[in-house]
């Protein structure tokens, strides 16, 4: 069984930065595709960016050229680097491996406020 721990988080001001990382165990990350979904109070989870099994990336448009995703293979981790943060990334932050054929496996979420 993999299991899927994540660090990172806290408070930061505007234009700030966070790293949130995510560190599997019991499988290879590298067999995963790594997402990182958010959710905001009273809105839906929603698909901030991607790191694909292959090393390709994908981000939402509102996110794109302040957030980068990479992976660590040696480390069996993945991370989101988050540089210039606004009032509305403030959500909990989730890693989530995708693996069709072994299975899907959550991180226990992150809190990323982001206030003056």
């Known amino acids: 069984q993999v299991q899927v721990v994540q660090s990172g988080g806290g408070l930061v001001q505007p234009g700030g930065s966070l790293t949130l990382n995510c560190a599997a165990s019991?499988?290879?990350?590298?067999?995963?595709?790594v997402d990182w979904h958010r959710q905001a109070p009273g809105k839906e989870r929603e698909l901030a960016a991607t790191?694909?099994?292959?090393?390709?990336?994908y981000y939402r448009d509102d996110v794109k050229g302040r957030f980068t995703v990479s992976r660590d293979d040696a480390k069996n981790t993945a991370a989101l680097q988050m540089d210039n943060l606004r009032p509305e990334d403030t959500a909990v932050y989730y890693c989530?491996?995708?693996?069709?054929?072994?299975?899907?496996?959550w991180g226990q979420g992150v809190q990323v406020t982001v206030s003056s």
């Open positions: 790191f694909q099994r292959d090393g390709s990336t």
């Open positions: 989530i491996l995708y693996n069709s054929g072994l299975g899907n496996f």
């Open positions: 019991g499988g290879k990350i590298s067999t995963y595709r």
